[in-house]
């Protein structure tokens, strides 16, 4: 069958199920339900603290089968991940789904468990270093379900990912499961992602290694969630966690792409009272806040918020009083920490107030505009985040999906070029976020608008900057590095990308490798 | 025209190439190619090169190169550099 993009899905896919094919961003809206919850009731004087790692194992009856989640908020330094993978391997338990909302290089020892059967299954929303090598390699029993932040958190909700256990790596939680993240040796501030697990999960244990009196504060994650909580001598590396700071890229290409982005966002009209911004954490994103944050003051406007993972320069442009408030997921650096933990107008947000599509709204619906990146497009202004151009998995959606889908300007800002490789294509090899999403692409050699956005052309048409149709910007580049031979892949699917609200839009091969 | 010593042009920096070259005592042209974009454009990197090599009139030299996303121009340059340095 097919998808609405002209993507050719099975109808069935071994080791997931009965697929529904994408038909659309809004095309599954209306009346949902969220699921039951089971738990286990705590009355007074029953204590949650276990001794150890492996008490905690042993009441937690972790058996074959079982899908237990993971929170990405210590990145890469995290230990929590490896520490609990390690001890049920010893275990002997097999056949293991782990859902870690995002899986890092620092994760590579996933890659024996995956070996050795003890995990055969893995849902994220993006996937770098070796694991994603292994799953590209078709190592993974089951296909890998890669979702958006916000589908997690959908798909935890509705009951579609069901979680029997969640480890919660806590920087700092009290003797009765109380959790913040700003506090502790591995502070890592907002924990956005781990909400739906805590709340969802049949049983949930937080790991820290500060535990402190009761109660903790600030509470981001409440006691009433958590069933166990163990200490350990250390959930994470710092240096993993977070950067020291965040800075602008000073390499020119990237630096004339945010320019010509923040010029497209002003004639657009969206530089007003009241505007809402998100952009990810990378050199040309970043530039853009910066260029914008002139534009700004210039015209002396303040913006509503800010949002998504918040970097020290959206700290600065709120405490500079451009904006009101920032909805903060993930804090990507230590100043996003401070900010986050000391400032009340620098607010938490979880993945599903994020970009949850079947809720009552996410934030990402209030997005004026959003910034985002791609590895490819195609000239359906598909965008590609998910495998790189080998056809290789690199990273995945995160709220890349979400974001683009809420925002009234979602803006894609690349390289025409990267390392000789077009970046525009007829066709992506996976498909992350439908064209539908995207209303304009901008390189530093040309822009080009979806023309389905015949008001953001019009325009733009009366500025001077170069526009292009998509085609043209193709040709472009390949006039410049050549037309790049297709990749290879083979039959075996070893990923299934869901959309943000769980139908499939894409679906990753196994790569054949090349010496 | 023979090469007589071993040279290089050319950077790991992305975007270019780095070309060494030596003399092949069997008379021969071999090339050994590494590239980001072998899938993509191995075979068009390699001609260029060998186009070079027969362009300037060379035999009997071995290439090592290692490519990080050159285009035509760069690579044909490079090879040019490090052959006239090697002569």
Do not use: W
């Not at chain 1, 009290?174 to 502790?184: F, Q, T, W």
């Not at chain 1, 350990?232 to 982005?261: E, F, M, Q, W, Y």
């Not at chain 1, 998509?470 to 959309?499: D, F, N, R």
């Amino acid at each position: 069958m097919k998808t609405i993009l002209g993507r050719e899905i099975p109808d069935y896919i071994e080791g997931y199920g009965q697929v529904r094919p994408f038909q659309g961003a809004f095309s599954k809206v209306g009346v949902k339900n969220r699921t039951a919850v089971k738990l286990t009731s705590v009355i007074p004087n029953e204590h949650k603290v276990l001794p150890s790692l492996e008490d905690a194992l042993d009441k937690l009856e972790i058996a074959d089968g079982m899908t237990i989640s993971f929170h990405h908020h210590l990145r890469n330094g995290d230990y929590v991940l490896n520490i609990v993978m390690e001890r049920l391997a010893a275990r002997g338990v097999k056949d293991l789904t782990v859902a870690a909302s995002s899986i890092f290089p620092i994760h590579a020892p996933l890659v024996e468990h995956i070996e050795s059967g003890v995990v055969s299954g893995l849902v994220a929303n993006y996937i770098s270093g070796p694991v994603a090598e292994a799953v590209s390699r078709g190592e993974l029993k089951k296909p890998a379900i890669m979702q958006t932040h916000g589908g997690r958190a959908r798909a935890i909700e509705s009951g579609d990912l069901h979680i029997d256990v969640a480890f919660l790596a806590a920087p700092t939680a009290d003797n009765y499961g109380n959790i913040n993240g700003v506090y502790g040796n591995a502070a890592c501030g907002s924990l956005g992602y781990a909400v739906a697990d805590a709340e969802y999960a049949d049983k949930t244990i937080a790991i820290t290694d500060h535990l402190v009196p009761y109660p903790a504060y600030p509470i981001e994650i409440s006691q009433v969630f958590i069933d166990y909580i163990v200490k350990i001598d250390s959930i994470g590396d710092p240096k993993g966690i977070v950067s020291g700071t965040t800075r602008i890229t000073k390499d020119p290409v990237a630096l004339i792409i945010a320019k010509r982005a923040t010029e497209v966002i002003k004639a657009s009209g969206l530089v007003r009272e009241g505007m809402s911004f998100q952009t990810g954490a990378g050199g040309t994103s970043l530039a853009v806040a910066a260029e914008l944050k002139k534009i700004m003051q210039h015209e002396g406007v303040v913006g509503s918020f800010a949002s998504g993972g918040i970097t020290g320069y959206l700290v600065e442009m709120l405490e500079e009083g451009l904006f009101r408030s920032l909805f903060d997921v993930q804090c990507f650096d230590l100043k996003a920490i401070e900010s986050y933990r000391d400032n009340p107008t620098h607010q938490f947000m979880s993945a599903s107030m994020y970009g949850n599509p079947h809720t009552k709204g996410a934030v990402v619906n209030n997005l004026d505009i959003m910034i985002l990146g791609a590895t490819e497009i195609d000239t359906d202004f598909n965008v590609n985040v998910t495998t790189g151009s080998s056809g290789m998995i690199m990273g995945g959606s995160g709220g890349h999906s979400d974001t683009a889908a809420g925002s009234k300007l979602a803006i894609v800002v690349t390289n025409l070029m990267k390392a000789r490789l077009p970046i525009i294509k007829d066709k992506v090899i996976t498909v992350t976020t439908p064209g539908e999403s995207i209303d304009v692409v901008v390189t530093e050699r040309g822009i080009a608008v979806n023309p389905k956005r015949v008001d953001l052309l019009e325009k733009l048409r009366m500025t001077n900057l170069p526009l292009m149709t998509i085609e043209e910007l193709k040709l472009l580049a390949e006039k410049i590095t050549g037309v790049p031979k297709g990749v290879e892949t083979s039959e075996k699917i070893v990923a299934v990308v869901e959309y943000r609200d769980g139908s499939v839009i894409d679906i990753v091969r196994k790569v054949d490798l090349v010496s | 025209m023979k090469i007589t010593k071993v040279a290089k042009a050319g950077t790991l920096e992305s975007n270019d190439i780095l070309i060494m070259v030596k003399p092949n005592e069997l008379g021969k042209t071999e090339l050994e190619l590494e590239s980001i974009v072998m899938q993509q454009f191995g075979e068009v990197i390699e001609q260029v090169i060998l186009h070079k090599v027969q362009e300037m009139g060379i035999e009997g030299i071995s290439i090592k190169a290692q490519d990080k996303g050159a285009l035509d121009y760069t690579i044909a340059a490079r090879v040019e550099t490090a052959i006239s340095r090697a002569i």
